[in-house]
């Protein structure tokens, strides 16, 4: 305790005097630490930047390629926000302007800009795979940009795009003159895929252990080696405490380096896409020490660094979240069916595998619980509500429902799922799906009709139609990442999808020929007046009910490859 007052009283004093980097640089101090807790923040794979001090990057570490995973997000993110400072590009300016032939002006749609790509809500879908072929063919939007973040290396490749075109350098050019330079990093440091794929580019992108240091210290002070600012003051709020985006005043923040999480007296940041390999770290600018792990973060190495910093730093202020989350109003009721949603996909099979494995049912009850049941139906939760939109489980689980402009959105014990209502209940969309199209199928029964001729172009269409539909349906389902990345044939998929709606509208015409049967009083007679009435019924609420399946699935009245 007594080390500790002291610690503070020194700092108090001898910060104006001796400059912000020594102050901090004593914040840590790895001999004072517990044995149990120093493997798990200084080992062949984690260490800690502590002001302008590295503890436990050995020179072997510093000198060795590491793969950066999602952490070339953040060298891409200083890159960027160096052009800016220097005016080379705007923060909000629409991409689209500078790459019209990757990504198209649409006036009905929120424009893509760098700020979008920073925040990871650009929108882009996730890719099926990652091959050479044209850059444009990836550019697949499931949500409007803005709305909603999730992991997304399209938008990340567009912006080293838009910047390489913007500036005519190339972005391992960019990154050596604004951040390896800055930072009196040798260009070696730094390693970038030699290809004209933007994806590739950074899917292959790796770093030695000095320059994932020195891009962690730029988080946690914002100097340069020689003490000067690396960026302005307003960007670099920008990095570790403006909120660019969020859900919910009691979800993490997002900033443009990552989230902003709190426990207790603490604040820090950390990636916004969980890392499942790579470098990660967890940064604490205000008190100038963030940890880094070269795997991703684990629990252990949570754990440790959580328990130093709430018994070694200073308590930060106290944020106004809770009273914030309080004065929200809710403004309608959340029951219904939710799919999952962090990970949105172009591919149908991949939306089909996810309504079929990852469906929520959500009912609201009196008490204002809500109350959970996963897609098995056999696991039902009762979360109790701790503020409006936010709810929790007796184990800490939290739920919790966006109120903002991405309404609509549930995020569970960190899992994003969107609302779908009966478009994302598996049994009307998928176990029913059979039968529907079995029931359509036997409006061929009418093809060879001789009551009229209408009678038998009801047929034929039903059948026809169902055809078409079914065969674009199998396409889609199995053929279109290999033909779109592999094939580079985008034709061919507009052309299916062309068969395809085609077929939607032919299946959309038996209820239209069914009334005007009813109203014309034309039906079959003798023994098939008994059942053909209801047949037809049967038939039109199937093409119905196919209608509803083709949205939910994505397909109807789409027609373009990406």
């Not at 910060?15 to 102050?23: K, M, N, S």
């Not at 409007?144 to 390489?164: K, Y």
């Amino acid at each position: 305790m007594l080390l500790r007052l002291t610690y503070i009283f020194l700092t108090i004093c001898f910060t104006p005097l001796l400059g912000q980097a020594f102050a901090q640089a004593i914040v840590v101090n790895p001999d004072s630490l517990p044995s149990t807790t120093v493997g798990n923040v200084i080992s062949y794979e984690t260490f800690f930047v502590n002001g302008v001090y590295t503890h436990g990057l050995t020179k072997n570490m510093a000198k060795t390629d590491v793969y950066l995973g999602n952490y070339y997000k953040t060298l891409l993110t200083f890159t960027t926000l160096r052009l800016v400072a220097n005016d080379k590009i705007k923060l909000h300016e629409s991409i689209s302007f500078t790459l019209p032939n990757i990504l198209e002006r649409n006036p009905f749609r929120v424009a893509v800009t760098p700020h979008h790509i920073l925040t990871e809500t650009a929108g882009f879908a996730v890719p099926a795979r990652v091959t050479d072929a044209p850059f444009e063919h990836y550019m697949s939007h499931v949500r409007t940009a803005g709305q909603m973040a999730h992991d997304d290396i399209v938008s990340w490749a567009l912006l080293v795009e838009f910047l390489e075109t913007k500036t005519g350098h190339s972005i391992a050019e960019l990154m050596t003159r604004e951040v390896l330079q800055p930072l009196n990093l040798p260009p070696e440091s730094l390693t970038v895929a030699d290809t004209t794929s933007p994806l590739l580019k950074l899917r292959d992108i790796s770093g030695t252990g000095s320059l994932i240091a020195e891009l962690t210290r730029l988080i946690i002070q914002n100097r340069t080696p020689d003490q000067s600012r690396f960026l302005p003051n307003e960007l670099y709020s920008l990095v570790t405490q403006q909120q660019s985006w969020r859900m919910h005043p009691l979800t993490p923040n997002h900033t443009y380096i990552g989230s902003l999480n709190s426990l207790k007296t603490q604040r820090w940041l950390e990636p916004n896409a969980n890392q499942i390999e790579g470098p990660s770290f967890m940064a604490f600018p205000e008190a100038g020490v963030a940890f880094v792990s070269l795997t991703g973060l684990n629990n252990n190495f949570r754990e440790a660094v959580t328990t130093i910093a709430l018994d070694m730093f200073l308590p930060v202020k106290n944020d106004n979240r809770q009273n914030e989350a309080s004065m929200l109003v809710p403004y309608e009721r959340f029951s219904g069916y939710y799919v999952r949603a962090d990970n949105p996909t172009a591919w149908l099979k991949d939306r089909l595998q996810t309504i079929n494995s990852h469906q929520l049912h959500i009912r609201e009850e009196n008490d204002g619980s809500l109350t959970v049941k996963q897609h098995d139906g056999r696991r039902t939760t009762s979360y109790s509500k701790e503020a409006p939109f936010h709810y929790t489980l007796y184990n800490g689980e939290k739920l919790t429902l966006s109120p903002f402009k991405s309404g609509g959105y549930l995020l569970l014990d960190g899992t994003l799922y969107r609302y779908a209502g009966i478009l994302g209940n598996k049994l009307f969309v998928i176990t029913l799906f059979p039968f529907v199209i079995i029931m359509l199928l036997s409006s061929g029964f009418y093809a060879n009709s001789k009551t009229s001729k209408a009678w038998r172009r009801m047929g034929q269409f039903g059948l026809a139609g169902t055809l078409l539909i079914c065969i674009g349906l199998v396409c889609d389902y199995l053929w279109w990442p290999t033909v779109l990345f592999d094939w580079n044939m985008p034709l061919l998929i507009n052309l299916w999808r062309l068969a395809l709606n085609i077929g939607l509208m032919l299946v959309l015409s038996l209820p239209l020929f069914a009334m005007s049967f009813v109203r014309q009083n034309t039906m079959p007679e003798g023994a098939a007046v008994m059942f053909v009435p209801l047949h037809l019924a049967l038939i039109s609420i199937a093409a119905a009910a196919l209608f509803l399946i083709l949205v939910a699935w994505g397909v109807a009245a789409e027609f373009s490859a990406y």
